[in-house]
T-cell receptor, first 116, second 113 residues
Framework: AQTVTQSQPEMSVQEAETVTLSCTYD???????LFWYKQPPSRQMILVIR??????QNATENRFSVNFQKAAKSFSLKISDSQLGDAAMYFC?????????????FGKGTHLIIQP | DTGVSQDPRHKITKRGQNVTFRCDPI?????LYWYRQTLGQGPEFLTY????????KSRLLSDRFSAERPKGSFSTLEIQRTEQGDSAMYLC???????????FGPGTRLTVT
């Protein structure tokens, strides 16, 4: 079974600084998707960024970028120029490419605090 | 267009009672997912539908849980004989097709007393 581990229960960063959230996963599959989701205090989950395992290039979305290390099964999220609105729970998630098994497997999350 | 909606947003029930939650996906999304999130944990997958067909069920979905999506639009999740361990946030998500982004609803928070 696939597992996703987020080893940082909480992280704190000064506004405008850069922070990196860690995620490791375990799978025997070679083709899969990885995601970072943000869950603000209102609790509606929002997709931040996704990465296809077959792509070597790291995904980027504006201030958000990932460092995907397939051999190490590591998938970290870097947030540049942190803003107060980035404060939330961040969840790393894994999913197979589709077809029969389409549910997401989530880590336990990292609570990100932005210090003004 | 509205996003995924869930009703009710909060439900308090006594142990042993049955509860039913509703999820309305984004229109034209043919995949619908249910997840459960307990305090301090990430969401855990329960089940999903493609149109009206239930294609996958997690081992977390005990026989007290049942989900339906009768016309391939909204879905209901029923929990029979609720237990205190069922207290959690129940999240619904939908996607256009297999392998595409899942959009989440605001969740239904269940408290079993």
């Amino acid at each position: 079974a696939q597992t996703v581990t987020q080893s940082q229960p909480e992280m704190s960063v000064q506004e405008a600084e850069t922070v990196t959230l860690s995620c490791t996963y375990d799978t025997s599959e070679s083709d899969y998707y990885l995601f970072w989701y943000k869950q603000p205090p209102s609790r509606q989950m929002i997709l931040v960024i996704r990465q296809e395992a077959y792509k070597q290039q790291n995904a980027t979305e504006n201030r958000f970028s990932v460092n995907f290390q397939k051999a190490a099964k590591s998938f970290s999220l870097k947030i540049s120029d942190s803003q107060l609105g980035d404060a939330a729970m961040y969840f790393c998630a894994y999913r197979l490419p589709g077809g029969g098994a389409d549910g997401l497997t989530f880590g336990k999350g990292t609570h990100l605090i932005i210090q003004p | 267009d509205t996003g995924v909606s869930q009703d009710p947003r909060h439900k308090i029930t006594k142990r042993g009672q049955n509860v039913t939650f509703r999820c309305d996906p984004i229109s034209e999304h043919n995949r619908l997912y249910w997840y459960r999130q307990t305090l301090g944990q990430g969401p855990e997958f329960l089940t999903y539908f493609q149109n009206e067909a239930q294609l996958e069920k997690s081992r977390l979905l005990s026989d007290r849980f049942s989900a339906e999506r009768p016309k391939g639009s909204f879905s209901t999740l029923e929990i029979q004989r609720t237990e205190q361990g069922d207290s959690a946030m129940y999240l619904c998500a939908s996607s256009l097709a297999s392998g595409t982004e899942q959009y989440f609803g605001p969740g239904t928070r269940l408290t079993v007393t």
